[in-house]
Nanobody, 124 residues
């Protein structure tokens, strides 16, 4: 049973930084894709970044390229999202997700079926 628990959200001024964490249990990290999504207030959920822990390949949505960095600690099985130069439009509930890696790549368009509860990020 996959369990994902996010932490690290908070309120920050524009231009600031936050690091989100997602502690994962219940699966073999090398066989999964893991990703971050966000849901701004009143809007649909959108993919932010994904990583294949097995080979380190990453994917970012265009709006966060150069500002966000996704990484995975393969020893602790923790997913991170380092967010720098935050903008008000980055505000939202941030959720991590996991899905078996059945293709040769990981991105945010896969049908992720395991989700955390989310952590709120507010940028003003």
């Amino acid at each position: 049973h996959v369990q994902l628990v996010e932490s690290g959200g908070g309120s920050v001024r524009a231009g600031g930084s936050l690091t989100l964490s997602c502690a994962a249990t219940g699966y073999t990290w090398s066989a999964y894709c893991v990703a971050w999504f966000r849901q701004p207030p009143g809007e649909k959920r959108e993919g932010v970044a994904a990583i294949s822990p097995a080979d380190g390949n990453t994917y970012y949505t265009e709006s966060v390229k150069g500002r966000f960095t996704i990484s995975h600690d393969n020893v602790k099985n923790i997913l991170y999202l380092q967010m720098d130069n935050l903008k008000p439009e980055d505000t939202g509930m941030y959720l991590c997700a996991a899905e078996p890696r059945l293709r040769g790549y990981c991105d945010t368009y896969l049908p992720y079926t395991s989700w955390g509860q989310g952590t709120q990020v507010t940028v003003s």
